[in-house]
């Protein structure tokens, strides 16, 4: 029986709007039915190529149409447009961070539930076939049990390439908040909650100046939340980590996660991406890498725009996450990139930012366990 369609309706036309309107067709029920923006110009370049409406916010919130709401918009406007689509009657699925506050993330949270909503966040690339994989590998107990590890996010910044990087080094923005979420659900979808955090951190550059093209480009930002930031996580389970998350960082050796259990190692992939090559140890035997391209959601499928010749082709299937939502939404079932998961990793990253004010051990009480894994046969009832 072909699923029930959810008309899905655009909430923010900016960077990262343009894979999601790609990806949408990939997913079986899910329709797009129009796009708005802060300004109806912006809505219309992102609709008007795929012959969608583009209409104001309201109009969007009150289209009968429209079941799900993807909001696209930056993170400090999460908070209260998230807050407009529940009160509509819309089920939700938000760009990450799901808000910058734990207290407004609680408040929906509970706003979705009592008016009964799907509410959802990114990001979504645990569900693709390399984080798939390695949940295989750490579930099969071939690394044994794990000790501990390293997720390193390190780079030099936003704003060589993204045309209006100011939210980036304001206070919501930051290594932490900004790409934390993909690390930080990578790892809780392999080896559970955080129960403990511990940091310190830096504004490493007062200013930053924009280099990539655009509006912005020659102008330069104030720097007002941290962008180095060295944090020790001990996950509820045992396993105890070390994150570093800095954008002050010209050049590393480090793999995006690297994961030390007591039979072996893995190498995690970039949890930005859905696929990659996870890399095995049986205890000190050469590593072993483990293709994820045949896995569901694994096969590359995406070049950015404006990547050197040299640069590998990636997996992306953002929107994955929604098809996901809107599958619970029709069955009754809980979802995996639920706000749940994201509150959590709210919570750790608050944590983090809170242990570098105090330079004091945050304790955290998680109530959650890992997501599903997403198995062959799901994943294909996901596919249009
Ligand atoms: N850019 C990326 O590569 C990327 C990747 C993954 C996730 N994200 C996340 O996606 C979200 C958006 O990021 P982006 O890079 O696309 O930002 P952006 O600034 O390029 O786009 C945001 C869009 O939201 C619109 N907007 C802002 N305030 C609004 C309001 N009050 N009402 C309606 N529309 C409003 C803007 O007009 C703009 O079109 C963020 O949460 C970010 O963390 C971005």
Redesign the pocket.
């Known amino acids: 029986m072909a699923a029930r369609t959810l008309g899905v309706g655009i ?7 343009g894979i999601y309107l790609r990806n949408m067709k990939l997913f079986a029920g899910l329709e797009l039915r129009a796009c ?4 109806l110009a ?1 809505a219309q370049r992102a609709a008007e190529p795929l012959g969608l409406p583009a209409v104001t ?1 309201a109009e969007l919130l009150a289209r009968e149409d429209i079941d799900i709401v993807v909001n ?4 400090n ?2 908070a ?2 998230t807050q407009a689509a529940l009160e509509a009657g819309k089920h939700v699925y ?4 799901l808000t910058v506050s734990v207290a407004d993330a609680q408040r929906l949270i509970s706003l979705a539930g009592s008016n009964g909503l799907a509410l959802g966040c ?2 979504d690339t645990f569900l693709g076939g390399g984080h798939q994989l390695c949940r295989q590998i750490i579930d099969s107990g071939r690394i044994g049990r794990v000790l501990g590890g390293t997720a390193m996010v390190l780079s030099h910044g936003m704003e060589h390439w ?3 990087p100011e ?1 980036f080094f304001k206070p919501g923005g930051g290594p932490v908040l ?1 790409l934390g979420p993909y690390y930080l659900t990578a790892l809780v979808n392999l080896l559970g909650p955080v129960a403990r955090v511990q940091a310190h951190g830096q504004i490493g550059l007062a200013e930053r100046h924009v280099t990539a093209p655009g509006p912005r480009h020659g102008q330069r930002i104030k720097v007002e939340t941290l962008t180095h930031v060295t944090a020790l996580l001990d996950f509820a389970a045992g396993p105890q980590l070390t994150l570093m998350a800095s954008w002050d960082i010209w050049k590393n050796g480090h793999p995006p996660i690297e994961l030390y259990g007591t039979e072996g190692s893995l190498r995690v992939p970039d949890p ?1 991406w859905f696929g990659g090559t996870p890399e095995v140890s049986d205890r000190d035997g050469p590593w072993q890498a483990q293709e994820s391209h045949a896995m569901p959601f694994g096969a590359n499928n995406y070049r950015g725009a404006h990547w050197p010749a040299e640069r590998p082709d990636q997996a992306n299937y ?1 929107a994955l996450g929604i098809a996901d939502l809107a599958a619970s939404v029709r069955a009754g079932t809980p979802h995996r990139s639920s706000a749940h998961l994201a509150l959590h990793v709210l919570e750790v990253m608050d944590a983090i930012l809170q242990a570098c004010a105090t330079a004091a051990p945050i304790t955290l009480a998680p109530t959650l366990g890992r997501p599903a894994p997403l198995g062959a046969a799901e994943a294909a009832a996901l596919l249009a």
């Not at 909430?11 to 709007?17: E, F, R, W």
């Not at 708005?36 to 300004?39: E, I, L, M």
């Not at 938000?94 to 961070?97: A, D, H, R, T, V």
């Open positions: 909430l923010g036309c900016g960077n990262i709007s708005a923006s802060r300004t912006s916010v696209l918009t930056p993170p406007d999460h209260a447009l938000s760009e990450k961070p990114a990001p993204h045309p209006d939210f900004d930005n953002r």
